[in-house]
């Protein structure tokens, strides 16, 4: 909402005041010498006498470039990054007990000391390399947070129950990651059940162009059972395998780019997120803009609610700090300093309030003409 006087966007535009005036009143703008109008009526006017406006940057748009050009000044200082992994499939097929056979089969009991918090992400060590699992209901990480323009998956891991075979959701599960371009691995799950197939499995799955590798396929398949345990270390390597035909890389030395892959209000620690990293190192003390919610990292905590100082690449850290409860697929970024943190939160906020205004405008319009 800025604001010029007529006097001086005259001089500015060096014609006189009368001539602007008028010009003013053909715009259906009365107005004297001494008043303001908004820049958006001195932009219309001066359009109309032929100068090309340039609106002043946004705080956003001039943190953007700032940060642009800082990493073109580091380009190629990529390290190795964990896999993110997200557990898809059909309801029932074994989608929880495999998450959670595979946290506890990689967390020492007296470690958490019996309190698993959920955060809608953990990291487990294999073979002293590390993976994300996105804890989150693998339809809702793929659909809300990709139509919000976050993509968090690196490899999904299919889990098909061997009993019961290729279900609807599975074929949903298939056609959204494969959108996403995120590669497929496949968990026959149940296997220690009496009428489990594993064979059939992978041929309804060929039908829909996931060729195990011993088919010939480059697809891999690994028969596991969440409830006996069996199977989880070969899916894990698997993973690994996979993931390193990616080489997935990511920038560290720099300040921290993130989503939010789910966040609460808390009655004690207030506004709480639970952040992926994607790009650099987010510290404690880092001034943030998450979505429209501006902040300080206060503090941040692993997936076990130990508090740690910094969180790299695919690590998921919870923070404590924000001023306000972000969405789930919400941007975080690192700003310079708070107060830009704060102008962009403006920004956004204001930008979305002029779209929530707008079909409020056409309904009272179709109200109006429905009364008449
Ligand atoms: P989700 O809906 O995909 O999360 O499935 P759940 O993990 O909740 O599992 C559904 C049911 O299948 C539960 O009763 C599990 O105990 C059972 N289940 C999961 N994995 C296995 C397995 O490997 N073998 C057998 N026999 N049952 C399993
Ligand atoms: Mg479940």
Redesign the pocket.
Known sequence: PQRIVVRDLASRLGVSAAELIKQLMKQNVMATITQEIPFEVATAVAENLGFTVQRPKSAEERFLEAKKSEASQQAGKLEPRPPVVT?M?????????????IRKSRVAAEEYGGITQHIGAYQVEVQGRRITFLDTPGHEAFTSMRARGAQVTDIAVL?V?A?DGVMPQTVEAIHHARAAGVPIIVAI?????PGASPDRVKQQLAEHELVAEEWGGDTVMVP?????K?GIDELLEMILLVADLRELKAPVDQPAQGVVIEAQLDRGRGPVATVLVKEGTLKVGDPVIVGAVPGRVRALLDDRGRPLQEAGPSTPAVVLGLSDVPQPGDSLMVTPDEETARRIAQERLEKQRAEQLRPTARMTLETLSKMA
Do not use: C, E, P, Y
């Not at 499939?89 to 056979?101: F, R």
């Open positions: 557990i499939g059909h309801v029932d097929h074994g989608k929880t007990t495999l998450l959670d056979v889990v129950a009993d799950n149940k296997v220690d059940k596991v059972s969440a409830l006996r069996q």
